[in-house]
């Protein structure tokens, strides 16, 4: 049986998403000798905490890790957020945590958004819970590095950008 060609190729200098950790550099590609098998590795540096996380090459997608997206998504992203005719069902916000901590778990940057909007959208009805406002900080963080790094602009600008999309 042939195996499965991996997609997601990276070198070291290349930005990548690690699912719930955000956007991070490959400082490098090593080998490393676990047991008798000798595996390579990237190296990867996440951005917002300087974390080094270790990710066997062969295992690269399916723990999630993928390129940052393309600048020509962007929009689709922007879409997402300003889609206010959402249905939030009434649920306990342990189980709503749970749900869209599921979501952020998934990295997809779609994913991400919808959580940010719900979220958003969900603190102009009530008070949120302390778990669910640092979700939104997060799925914030995540999604803010992430498009910015697409785009090629600052911070600070995609912040300003979904901060109007609130207002």
Do not use: C
Request: without cysteine; glycine residues 4%.
């Amino acid at each position: 049986m042939a195996k499965k060609k991996q997609t997601n190729q990276f070198k070291s200098g290349d930005m990548a998403v690690y699912p719930a950790h955000g956007v991070g550099q490959i400082e490098s590609v090593e080998q490393r000798k676990i047991g008798d098998n000798e595996q390579a590795f990237y190296v990867l540096r996440i951005l917002d905490s300087s974390m080094v996380i270790m990710i066997p090459t062969s295992k690269s997608e399916a723990v999630g890790l993928r390129n940052i997206i393309p600048a020509s998504e962007v929009v689709k992203v922007y879409d997402i957020l300003r889609n206010k005719k959402v249905v939030i069902t009434s649920q306990p916000w342990n189980q709503r945590y749970r749900d869209y901590m599921e979501k952020i778990k998934t990295g997809s940057v779609y994913e991400i958004a919808g959580v940010l909007r719900d979220l958003y959208l969900l603190s102009e009805d009530k008070d949120l819970s302390f778990g669910e406002r640092k979700m939104l900080d997060t799925a914030k963080s995540l999604l803010v590095k992430e498009l910015a790094i697409a785009d090629k602009v600052q911070e600070t600008h995609i912040e300003k950008m979904v901060a109007e999309i609130f207002v």
